[in-house]
Structures are given as C-alpha cells and as structure tokens.
C-alpha cells in the first residue's frame, strides 16, 4: 500500500500531518521535507497523525526526531496521535514514547498542544507571576518554550 501525507494548519503556530498507509523509507524524504517546509513557515508545533498508518519503519521514526530537534529549542514540540495500539507499541518497544509524546486521539494531541503553548499573558499567569520569575531566570516570556501564541 501507498502512503499519503497531507498537512493542515490549526493555527498561526500548529499543523497536523496526516499520514495514511505504508510509512517507510521511500516516503520518508517526503515527508522530511514537508516537516521542515512547516517548520520554516512558523510551525512551533507538530502533530503527526498516525491514525490511518499500516505500517511505519525506522527512517520515519528518525524523521520525527529530527524534527523534535529542530523544534524544541525554540520551544516548539512534536506529538504523534495513535487511535491503534499497533503503531503507538512501535512508539513504546523503540522509547520513543518518551521523546515524542503519544496520544490516544487527534483530539488528545490538539489540547495537549494547546496546554502546552499556554498563554504567559494570560491571567493564570498573571496571577502566577510567571513573567516575573522567568525574568529572575534571565528567560523571555516572549520567546521559547514559554512563549504564547
């Protein structure tokens, strides 16, 4: 079986790729490339849809690491949603499970995203006082990981 890969934008900053069928070494540069197309459009955050995924070999998993690595500095983040137990085992037996979050729905993967990026002008943060001692550790409430957007 084939592979497709398609991307769609939740937003500003997040895109899901979507990815159906066979998953494997010859579907793996094309997918590296619309991974990074994304990236260098201002995607911060990743989520890869697994759910209609037969099969995934190795070079696909390695594609999802190196775009953990290109994003994470920025604090961006990579998510796999896996409704299936056959793909998200693949996740566990290799430890990727604890490099790239795994969760059970698309839906899952989309609040986790959207917990995650929380917003540091917000009022939980505000009360918090998050700027404050972000600033003590000389980061910015406006860039990295802890950026809203």
């Known amino acids: 079986m084939s592979c497709r890969i398609e991307r769609d934008s939740l937003d500003r900053y ?14 793996a540069p094309e997918l ?23 099969f995934i070999d190795s070079t696909a998993l390695g594609v999802m690491i190196q775009a953990r690595k290109r ?7 990579i998510r796999v ?5 056959a793909i998200a085992d693949i996740f566990e037996a290799v ?10 729905s698309l839906d899952d993967a989309i609040a986790a995203v959207r917990i995650y990026r929380g917003p540091v002008d917000g009022p939980i943060a505000k009360r918090s006082g998050v700027k404050r001692w972000l600033a003590s550790v000389g980061r910015s409430p406006t860039k990295g990981r802890y950026a809203g957007g």
């Open 14 to 27: 997040s895109s899901v790729i979507r990815l159906a069928g066979d998953v494997d070494l010859y579907d």
């Open 32 to 54: 590296k490339d619309l991974m990074a197309e994304s990236i260098r459009a201002g995607t911060r955050h990743l989520i890869c849809d697994l759910s209609e995924v037969t």
């Open 81 to 85: 949603a896996c409704p299936g137990p």
């Open 71 to 77: 994003l994470e500095p920025d604090g961006g983040s």
């Open 95 to 104: 430890g990727l499970d604890r490099m790239v979050p795994v969760h059970a």
